[in-house]
Nanobody
């Protein structure tokens, strides 16, 4: 059973930084590396928003609102996905989720990011 476990969220002042981690348990290396992975975020009452994508070839894509501030990366040996967030803004406050495209119905519990002004 594949599990996605996010961590690293917290309360930070505007302009600060956080590093989110996502450990994917129960996944073999070939599947981990063979599909794109994403970070999403959601605030109550709104749809989940795609924030960043890491393609299988290493290419990255970002929502316009986070370009230049966020960076997505992975560590294959740890089966982990990361999101480095810099220059955080209050509008970045949300619950953040990682997503592995081979497991389309699997979501973790997310990690809460709160940015104070």
């Amino acid at each position: 059973q594949v599990q996605l476990v996010e961590s690293g969220g917290g309360l930070v002042q505007a302009g600060g930084s956080l590093r989110l981690s996502c450990k994917i348990r129960g996944i073999i290396l070939s599947v981990f590396t063979g599909n794109a992975m994403d970070w999403y975020r959601q605030v109550p009452g709104k749809q989940r928003e795609l924030v960043a994508t890491l393609e299988t070839g290493g290419g990255t894509n970002y929502a316009d609102s986070v370009k230049g501030r966020f960076a997505i990366s992975k560590e294959n040996t740890r089966r982990s996905l990361y999101l480095d967030m810099n220059d955080l803004k209050p509008e970045d406050s949300a619950r953040y989720y990682c997503y592995h495209r081979n497991y389309r119905d699997v979501w973790g519990q997310g990690t809460q990011v709160t940015v104070s002004s």
